[in-house]
């Protein structure tokens, strides 16, 4: 059974940091291209960062330069370090491959910004 766990949320004010976690297990990690996903109470769900198999990363317009995408195959693990954060990341992150998700959705780990 493949499970996608998101976990390391939680309220910080604004320019702090927060490292986010996905624990992934059944299925070859290593050869899927993960991203993190967010979304806001009301609207979409948007790729925001996103790191090949071979670890190149991409990143949204909207995190570029204050989030960095990492991943750790042995671990099964993908990370999401977020500096600076701003109320606008204010959202519930989730963890899938891309581009197209290839998984059951988990339950996202809460990131609320506000002072």
């Known amino acids: 059974q493949v499970q996608l766990v998101e976990s390391g949320g939680g309220l910080v004010q604004p320019g702090g940091s927060l490292r986010l976690s996905c624990a992934a297990s059944?299925?070859?990690?290593?050869?899927?291209?993960m991203g993190w996903y967010r979304q806001a109470p009301g609207k979409q769900r948007d790729l925001i960062a996103r790191?090949?198999?071979?670890?190149?990363?991409n990143y949204a317009d909207s995190v570029k330069g204050r989030f960095t995408i990492s991943r750790d195959n042995a671990k099964n693990t993908v990370l999401l370090q977020m500096n600076s954060l701003k109320p606008e990341d204010t959202a519930v992150y989730y963890c899938?491959?891309?581009?197209?998700?290839?998984?059951?959705w988990g339950q996202g780990t809460q990131v609320t910004v506000s002072s």
């Open positions: 899938n491959t891309y581009p197209l998700p290839s998984f059951t």
């Open positions: 790191i090949t198999s071979a670890g190149s990363t």
């Open positions: 059944g299925f070859r990690f290593s050869i899927y291209p």
